[in-house]
């Protein structure tokens, strides 16, 4: 009897699971109201994740320091930068995974107490940019994944409330800032010797006085240096891994073992 429960459960399981993944290859992780609502940014969402995904390929002879300062700006227009912190409903711009999507990242989020599984960061760039919602540490850990495959040597940089991307590019350190679209043509050192001298990069974006002078506070208070996406958000990194990896396999194997139990239990009523 237990063992009939077992398998009966095992194969309702995995049926579910099954079902519920052939359904997300017909849903879009990218929330349909981020291109209407009122973003932190105007004007912030440009380009749709085909576009980004074009974009982000090196163009013919173009060198990596001309690359870096493109993908600043391609990175910023892909991400629409929400308001994070808000106390709406983590499912409005899908921070929540869907289950859909992935349902060991929607069961982490929904019943582990979390807040990183609540409203989830993505380490994949590819699954970040195509969501398409993101904030400063989405758009670095993307910039440095995507310098990570152009050979760039680089390093994730947090400072308190910000967090952007460093890069050895023709000798000499560079900052990136890609939620911004900013390039930083000084050292971490020298922006937080003199964080005054960001002013005109930022201006020139059009951002407000009230952004900057928080960037300016947040670059003079000092920074920690991460080596990749890895070392920056290391075991998330590796269960998201885990967890697309399994997405498919893990329904099927809990149906074969249902019917496996259910096909012993059959051969154990015949001998007897």
Request: charged share 20%; hydrophobic share 40%.
């Amino acid at each position: 009897m237990i063992r009939k429960i077992l398998s009966l459960i095992c194969i309702v399981m995995g049926t579910s699971l099954l079902a519920v993944n052939i359904y997300g290859l017909f849903q879009d992780v990218r929330p349909s109201i981020i291109e209407t609502e009122p973003l932190r940014f105007p004007n912030d969402l440009s380009l749709n994740y085909e576009q980004a995904m074009k974009h982000i390929e090196a163009l013919p002879d173009e060198d990596h320091s001309q690359y870096a300062i493109r993908m600043t700006d391609v990175i910023s227009q892909s991400l629409a930068h929400i308001h994070w912190n808000e106390e709406y409903d983590v499912t409005r711009y899908n921070q929540l995974i869907p289950i859909w999507e992935n349902y060991f990242l929607y069961f982490m989020g929904k019943y582990s107490g979390i807040p990183e599984y609540e409203k989830y960061h993505y380490a994949n760039y590819q699954r970040s940019l195509k969501r398409g919602i993101g904030i400063c540490g989405d758009a670095s850990m993307v910039m440095s994944q995507l310098f990570d495959q152009q050979g760039i040597p680089n390093q994730i940089l947090s400072f308190p409330g910000h967090v952007i991307v460093t890069a050895e590019i023709d000798g000499e350190e560079k900052l990136f800032d890609p939620d911004f679209g900013v390039t930083l043509p000084y050292s971490p050192a020298e922006i937080k010797d003199s964080p005054t001298q960001i002013y005109q990069h930022y201006i020139d974006k059009g951002y407000s006085l009230r952004e900057i002078k928080g960037l300016m506070r947040a670059y003079e208070l000092g920074y920690q240096r991460w080596d990749g996406v890895k070392h920056f958000i290391t075991n998330k990194y590796y269960f998201e891994k885990v967890a697309y990896v399994l997405k498919w396999p893990f329904p099927i194997i809990i149906m074969i073992i249902g019917f496996a139990l259910l096909l012993s239990k059959n051969k154990t009523k015949k001998h007897k």
